[in-house]
């Protein structure tokens, strides 16, 4: 998934759009998004679904997946959210947020009228911002947001520790994937038991395996005169699209129009 993500960087149709542009769109709507309602939440999620899919080509499915991930961590802190626990003597204190309960020995379970609306408004937050994180991460290389930071004097030492362990990501992938792959070719995981043991060996192996790398590019950036900068080349020259900066215009108006009235 990570290759994937690095390609699709690359390859889509807003890839010849100046970055910084990008950048302050989906920051400028992060912003917003962390601020605005949850209806502008929503109206702002499914605004970021037609850039990122329409107009810059990624695949629906791939989007999918990737908000599958927060929408992991949400569905698991829903239970706790709108279930809630209680003496049945007490029920009495709070009978105007119960929506339906139901009695188990000296406790009493029911669903909480004000969790649900936590949960929904948690919901259209993590859409939100995960999409405007998604638009950035699938519509700009990761050596141009790094050229970006250096341009605006950013210390170097947090853009090199950001190359860093962008490229060691890759690396731990590629290793891990390997690693799997030899022992299961070796029936390594053929039950739970003999499964347990060779992952034990995987992440053993992969710590290894990944102090060797470190030093392997250590070494290969002394031996190209590393003094402590790490920095990034570009040739790419880039347009900007009067079509798409007007849509944005209008839909940052149409936003904090809705906002004004909402008011």
């Avoid at 990761?142 to 970006?148: G, V």
């Avoid at 990034?232 to 215009?249: G, V």
Wanted: charged fraction near 10%.
């Amino acid at each position: 998934m990570h290759h994937q993500i690095d390609s699709l960087a690359y390859s889509n149709k807003l890839r010849w759009l100046p970055p910084e542009h990008k950048l302050i769109f989906a920051l400028s709507l992060f912003i917003l998004g962390y601020l605005s309602t949850f209806y502008i939440q929503i109206l702002i999620s499914v605004w970021l679904i037609i850039w990122i899919v329409i107009y810059s080509g990624i695949p629906f499915v791939i989007y999918c997946q990737l908000l599958g991930i927060p929408f992991g961590f949400w569905l698991m802190s829903l239970p706790p959210l709108i279930i809630g626990i209680s003496f049945s003597s007490n029920i009495n204190n709070f009978q105007e947020d119960v929506i339906f309960s139901f009695p188990l020995g000296n406790f009493f379970f029911y669903f909480s009228h004000q969790g649900i609306i936590q949960g929904l408004m948690i919901f259209s937050r993590s859409w939100c911002l995960t999409s405007c994180m998604y638009f950035i991460l699938l519509t700009i290389p990761f050596s141009e947001i790094i050229r970006i930071l250096q341009k605006y004097k950013c210390p170097s030492l947090l853009t090199d520790l950001l190359l860093l362990m962008y490229r060691f990501i890759f690396i731990l992938t590629t290793t891990i994937s390997e690693l799997i792959s030899a022992q299961k070719s070796r029936f390594g995981y053929i039950n739970w038991r003999r499964g347990m043991y060779s992952l034990s060996l995987a992440i053993a192996q992969l710590l290894t395996k990944s102090l060797e790398n470190y030093r392997q590019i250590s070494l290969g950036l002394t031996s190209r005169g590393f003094n402590g900068e790490l920095r990034t080349w570009h040739s790419r020259r880039y347009k900007t699209n009067w079509r798409y900066l007007t849509e944005a215009i209008a839909g940052y108006s149409f936003l904090l129009m809705i906002i004004l009235v909402t008011k």
